[in-house]
């Protein structure tokens, strides 16, 4: 019985904690950044949060997608300076909701240096707004993080067993 109140409690760290469900790219050569990119969902009226946004990296082969939870963060391994966020994909994936998907065009310079875990200069923020009973708006801004909010994030991710091969 004293294994499985230990094995519960620990998912439920797991589960608080900002690192869980994030997937943790590996570290594989020494030309490898891992950037981090906070996200926050403000969403005063609790509206349903039916969409998905994913960014669109140059090097980076698949959309990097960013979590539906109020505040989390995104991983990104990178292997170039000068890799930049090239765009913002954002789609209604819940079903019973509609919407048009979005493409919108950026060129966002990430920060980049080698066999290093860098906390990016941005947060993402999705603003979610009930208009009407059937209506809800959904915008999103690039916010400058905060040296708390950098220190946090850098702390839980250390924290985490998922990064461990980036503090080697």
């Given at each position: 019985m004293k294994?499985?109140?230990v094995f519960i409690i620990f998912i439920i760290i797991l589960s608080v904690s900002g690192c869980a469900g994030i997937p943790a790219p590996e570290k594989l050569t020494s030309d490898d950044?891992?950037?981090l990119i906070k996200t926050r969902i403000e969403n005063p009226d609790h509206a349903t949060v039916a969409r998905t946004f994913s960014f669109l990296i140059n090097g980076v082969n698949n959309p990097v997608v960013v979590s539906q939870k109020k505040d989390s963060f995104v991983a990104?391994?990178?292997r170039k300076d000068k890799t930049n966020i090239l765009a913002i994909i954002s789609d209604?994936?819940?079903e019973?909701?509609?919407?048009?998907?979005?493409?919108?065009?950026?060129?966002?310079?990430?920060?980049?240096?080698?066999?290093?875990?860098?906390?990016?200069?941005?947060?993402?923020?999705?603003k979610y707004k009930h208009v009407s009973s059937k209506q809800t708006t959904v915008a999103?801004?690039?916010?400058?993080?905060?040296?708390?909010?950098?220190?946090?994030?850098l702390s839980e991710c250390k924290d985490s067993n998922k990064f461990l091969s980036w503090w080697e």
């Open positions: 294994k499985i109140t950044c891992l950037v990104i391994k990178i209604v994936t819940k019973g909701f509609e919407g048009d998907i979005t493409n919108t065009e950026l060129n966002i310079t990430l920060p980049y240096e080698s066999e290093k875990v860098i906390v990016a200069d941005i947060v993402f923020v999705q999103y801004e690039f916010e400058r993080i905060t040296e708390k909010e950098r220190e946090i994030l």
